[in-house]
């Protein structure tokens, strides 16, 4: 059989937010202007940022669109110490027990009490990827990195939909802990 | 068998000098000031600081004492962003083929043609140690950790040295990938 090569799409910290929270962040009424396509379908990486807040300090989150039912904000391991925010490690859109922080745009800012992640590492499958694998969703997979910084990645989520385009996310930190960068191919083994 | 668990050492970007390099940034006979023991027997940080200069930005390390007969400079994948330098992964002190760039400090400047690497992911073991788990001086080792960010990481280089402490030595990047840090345990396999 042959090999299950991925894609690898290096993804940084960004933030979702829903309307009534671009409202208090940006301004009554206010729309997320384009910045530039993003490899999944529909999404898009907007020119709008937000300071997320906490106990320790602060980084800036690009906002990613489109509008969102629910605010979701993903950070990195390392941004958790610069915060000193601490999020559990979820797949976006599971936000049970996910924990808060402060948001501050140009207008105004707003506590949130849930919607704080860090994303886990995960697999975007197309229908017909996945079933030409054998792969369903909400699978838990491994996948290998070669090279000098070689790795195997455990508890890599499976999400399988027919708006997907086939790609493996991570982020920064784990993207350079194996020295990959977006567009290298790894394997799903077994 | 019981478990071969080894604890972690998280470690910053940093700097090894010589002397004649001291003398170069900081002044002629300079000597490196006492800021904190490493875990390391015999290692420490200095309160000094150097500025890693590369063709995109740079990043300030600290300088690890005592001095060294030849500097070496170990960066992060995050730094080489950063900077734009390109450093080869390396172990300590195997500088052949490794990378050059500019070092700034308060007194002066000079271009280093070697000595910039990212360093190999490794294991500092005490021969006893070593011996008890039959692992040898330059063996390359597995090591897994458990976890939401669970992975196991290849290409682990083992040292063995009577001088040496026991500490699996990883990088903030790949520290943030597994969500390790300093002091957890994790597990050499086969």
Redesign the interface.
Known sequence: MSKKLVPVGVTNHHIHLCQEHIDILFGKGYQLTHFKDLSQPGQYATNEKVKVIGPKGSVNLRVLGPVREYTQVEI???DQ?ITGLDA??RYSGKLNDSAGCILKGPHGEIEIQSGLIVT??HIHFHTTDAQKWDIKDNDWLKVKVDG????????VFARVKDSYALEFHVD???A????IKTGDMVEIID
Chains 1, 2 share one sequence.
Not at 148 to 155: A, K, Q, S, V
Not at 176 to 179: H, L, T, W
């Open positions: 990195s391991v390392s110490y559990p490690v886990v590492r000098d910084r070689g790795l195997i990645f455990d508890n920064l930190d784990e350079n802990a194996a020295k």
